[in-house]
């Protein structure tokens, strides 16, 4: 049975062009070691507002208040099959000068900067959705990506879409 997880992260920058990222504790049992944005999964009560739960992760993992940040908006949809779950996954982009002040048991928390940000070791979906926000930016429209097989190869990729409303082009 094909089973659904639903999960909201945060991709937050500072003034000086870093991103807040974690090193994952080895003793996590998803993606250990590597690297990743602050997020997690959705609460029941928030399954019809993923930005709520992104503003609580925020706070859980970092102790950075929602009125800490500023500008924090969808900016894509990314949907995977892992084994016989489907994972969807929002992504918040957001700006905030305030440093985390919380130790978490999920890993230590970094502000990267940007131009080093792709040297770290990560997951693969993590690390195509960030090759494709530093080639487009910020849009003025939310992006969907479906994760796959590059049918050239074979090697994992995300295969990326403008998410518009077709009654608004």
């Not at 969808?74 to 099959?81: A, D, E, H, I, T």
């Not at 230590?108 to 530093?134: A, S």
Request: aromatic share 10%; glycine share 6%; hydrophobic share 35%.
């Amino acid at each position: 049975m094909i089973t659904l997880r639903l999960m909201s992260t945060a991709l937050l920058w500072n003034s000086r062009n870093e991103l807040l990222m974690m090193k994952r504790s080895l003793t996590r049992t998803l993606s250990p070691g590597l690297w990743a944005a602050v997020g997690g999964h959705l609460e029941p009560s928030e399954l019809s507002d993923p930005r709520t739960a992104c503003l609580r992760e925020i706070y859980e993992e970092t102790g950075i208040e929602a009125d800490e940040i500023a500008d924090l908006h969808m900016q894509y949809v990314l949907l995977r099959l892992n084994g016989q779950e489907i994972r969807q996954q929002f992504f918040y982009i957001g700006y905030t000068d305030s440093n985390p002040r919380i130790v978490t048991h999920e890993g230590d928390l970094f502000w990267i900067p940007r131009d080093e940000v792709l040297e770290r070791p990560m997951p693969f979906i993590f690390r195509r959705l960030l090759e494709h926000y530093f080639q487009t930016g910020d849009t003025s429209h939310p992006w969907v990506g479906s994760a796959g097989l590059d049918e050239q190869h074979g090697d994992p990729t995300v295969h990326w879409k403008p998410l518009l409303d077709p009654s608004q082009v």
